[in-house]
């Protein structure tokens, strides 16, 4: 399997708009298009027309040839612009979809008996793994199915996937073991336990989820589709009521003609929000896309619209506040004890600790002090941390060496004996920790030795970001499991709005609860197996592509990119879809006041001559007006469809000033341009006739 990056696909690639043409009309299907219940509407006005039409020809009707076939034209290719936008969207997915597929030929794996290195090996293909398979992959191959590395450490190209270049290290145990099929492994050996029967890949379900062209319908869009269902029904029956009221004031004065079926059917098409039901089911696949091309990938259309309507985001500290390998820069004993002490300590107690953290310590002690420990004693007990006990450590020789959080610490040594603790610890602690880092108290056995200085940097432009949520009425919350003095520090430099200290998994799901009966909107971002009960519980729950297969499995959103902050992107795109809905829904309701004055006087006007005080636009017949009218009212929805494609601009203004501005531009603007639009058209049409 090569590792190919999913290929860019512009807006109107000429490829995608062939197919989509092509399966606009296959979409016209009545079966089809039922799911779209105005544009069946239009689809029978079509039809309704085409009639008149043909008895036009035939002499069964006295409205001209020209005039009934000119408005079936238009009223068809109103439904197929509608049905073309949704194709183009599909078709924009399926062809970032085709790209992934072309990532993935058949390889073969190396299934290993036990997990061992030197263990026999069958090497069987890739569609005949199943989950709980072993399989070793070594340097230059490619990994034949997702799992969790259980042996061993290596560098993997996960361009396939992620498209990033950037080679990332995958190792047994912590939060990095997980492994996605498809990518390649180019430095040392692994062996890997397969989570995943083949089709259920975390490739199949991205490949399925871009492709899924039938995707449900979110509640939203649900509650909008009624809205304009319930519209057209009153449009209709009004439509429906002119036929009788216009034939009673033709006996009535003596004087006009009724109104034709044509004429009332135009009518219809033109005052039905046609414009927005239109371009709605493009809207959400286009958002959905919009999220693919940040490398994200949402497991339902509702996960996007609820980050839309987030107002409180959980962030882990760690790797999304600040750039999360923290770093050891100081040795402070406390007691009687010395620096070296301290650090031999130290040592010795994250000998065992593979984390970004552990390696520093280790790393300041040999810096420091020169001091040799290059392997673990052969008869070392490795201690790893847990979130219970905040604890970690080594036991050898007779001895437990531990690091962790002072309390907890301090609870480890009391079990074991000491009946005084020094007298300066609570001072270093509380000193390192105002000032923003980590204080990570050593002991061994009864006997603590001192703290070490763990430096943690706040990412760079983050305030910026929370400044942006803080304007939109979003609350941010630090989650971490750092004592409060530390928690407050960090709080206070990237400017969040509220933290949570020496959290454990309960912790925040009581958080995320407590904020959802207290009617918030909870996203979250994780990629632990601790966080998976929090990631469950949240409204949008974002796992990372590196993260463990529980995250994974409990979130609505993956991101194959792993960065946690990419979470305040998925909330703009969520804000981003509402917003563009919301606009094109003002835009096209605000298009009907003008189509009231092209086709209402020249529908009347031989009834009641007065009405021509209506023609404001100054149209130059009857019969032009309402063809312009028809006309733009399909030609604005391909012209609309790069806005629902590209969506809104995204503003972090506040929701008032954003209606504001919003109602401006697209509800003015609605009222304005048809009535520029219908003019410059009846010119046209006024200029062939």
């Known amino acids: 399997m090569s590792t190919h990056k999913p290929e860019p696909v512009s807006m109107f690639d000429a490829r995608i708009m062939r197919l989509a043409l092509v399966e606009s009309f296959r979409k016209l299907n009545p079966i089809e298009l039922w799911r779209n219940p105005v544009m069946l509407c239009v689809e029978i006005a079509s039809v309704i027309t085409l009639v008149t039409f043909v008895m036009s020809l035939i002499g069964a009707n006295k409205e001209p040839a020209w005039f009934t076939g000119m408005v079936s034209a238009w009223l068809w290719l109103t439904v197929i612009f509608a049905t073309f936008s949704e194709a183009l969207a599909e078709g924009r997915g399926k062809a970032r979809a085709a790209s992934l597929r072309r990532t993935r030929t058949d390889v073969t794996a190396k299934r290993l008996e036990r997990p061992k290195f030197d263990a026999p090996c069958t090497t069987v ?73 083949p089709g259920e890949t975390f490739l199949d379900r991205m490949i399925s989820l871009i492709e899924g ?35 009673y004031s033709v006996k009535a004065a003596g004087q006009g003609s009724p109104v034709s079926l044509t004429v009332l059917t135009a009518l219809f098409v033109c005052l039905a929000p046609t414009t927005i039901a239109a371009l709605l089911p493009a809207i959400g696949i286009a958002g959905m896309d919009r999220l693919f091309q940040k490398n994200v990938i949402a497991l339902s259309g509702r996960a996007i619209e609820a980050a839309g309507d987030v107002n409180v985001l959980l962030l882990d500290k760690t790797g999304t506040i600040t750039l999360g390998s923290r770093e050891a820069v100081a040795f402070v004993p406390v007691g009687r004890h010395s620096e070296k002490e301290l650090a031999e300590a130290a040592l010795m107690a994250s000998l065992a600790d593979e ?50 959080a002072s309390d907890s610490t301090i609870a480890f040594v009391k079990k074991r004996g000491a009946t005084t603790i020094p007298g300066d610890l609570d001072d270093v602690v509380d000193r390192i920790a105002r000032a923003g880092s980590t204080p990570l108290v050593v002991c061994r056995d009864s006997e603590i030795f001192g703290v070490v200085d763990l430096k943690d940097i706040v990412k760079t432009g983050i305030q910026e970001r929370f400044l942006q949520l803080r304007s939109m009425g979003i609350k941010t919350v630090m989650i971490t499991g750092d004592n409060p003095l530390t928690a407050a520090a960090i709080a206070a430099e990237a400017q969040v709005d509220d933290f949570l200290a020496q959290a454990k998994p309960e912790d925040k799901l009581r958080l995320i609860k407590e904020s959802q009966e207290a009617g918030f909107m909870v996203a979250m971002t994780g990629d632990g197996t601790n966080d998976a009960p929090a990631l469950a519980q949240a409204d949008v729950a974002v796992a990372m592509n590196t993260g463990t297969q529980p995250a994974r499995e409990a979130a609505n959103i993956i991101d194959l990119d792993s960065n946690p902050t990419k979470l305040l992107d998925i909330v703009e795109v969520g804000k981003q879809i509402l917003m563009t809905r919301g606009n094109l829904t003002t835009f096209s309701i605000s298009n009907d006041v003008a189509k009231y004055f092209a086709i209402i006087p020249a529908m009347m006007i031989s009834l009641y001559p007065q009405l021509g005080v209506l023609n404001v636009m100054h149209l130059a017949t009857p019969l032009s007006a309402i063809l312009s009218a028809v006309i733009f009212n399909a030609l604005i929805i391909p012209l609309l469809v790069p806005l629902a494609l590209k969506g809104t601009k995204f503003r972090p203004l506040p929701a008032e000033k954003l209606l504001i501005h919003n109602l401006l531009l697209y509800g003015v603007g609605g009222i304005i341009a048809p009535f520029a639009g219908i003019k410059a058209i009846d010119m046209v049409v006024g200029a062939l006739l």
């Open 213 to 247: 062209a039938k995707r449900r319908k979110t509640p939203n869009e649900i509650a909008l589709e009624v809205l304009l269902i319930a519209l057209t029904l009153v449009f209709l029956l009004v439509c429906a009521n002119i036929s009788p009221l216009s034939i």
């Open 125 to 197: 293909g890739a569609c005949q793994l199943r989950k709980g398979d072993l399989i070793l992959v070594e340097a230059n191959e490619t990994i034949a199915g997702d799992g969790d590395v259980v042996a061993g450490a290596a560098l993997v190209n996960e361009a396939a996937v992620t498209g990033e270049s950037a080679p990332v290290v995958r190792e047994s145990g912590g939060d990095r073991s997980a492994v996605t099929g498809g990518t390649t492994v180019i430095a040392n050996s692994i062996i890997v336990r397969i989570t995943a029967n």
């Open 355 to 404: 984390t970004p953290e552990g390696r520093s310590v280790v790393a300041l002690a040999r810096q420091k002090y020169n001091l040799k420990a290059d392997a673990l004693p052969p008869d070392a007990e490795a201690i790893a941390f847990s979130a219970n006990t905040r604890l970690s450590g080594l036991n050898t020789g007779g001895k437990q060496y531990r690091k962790g």
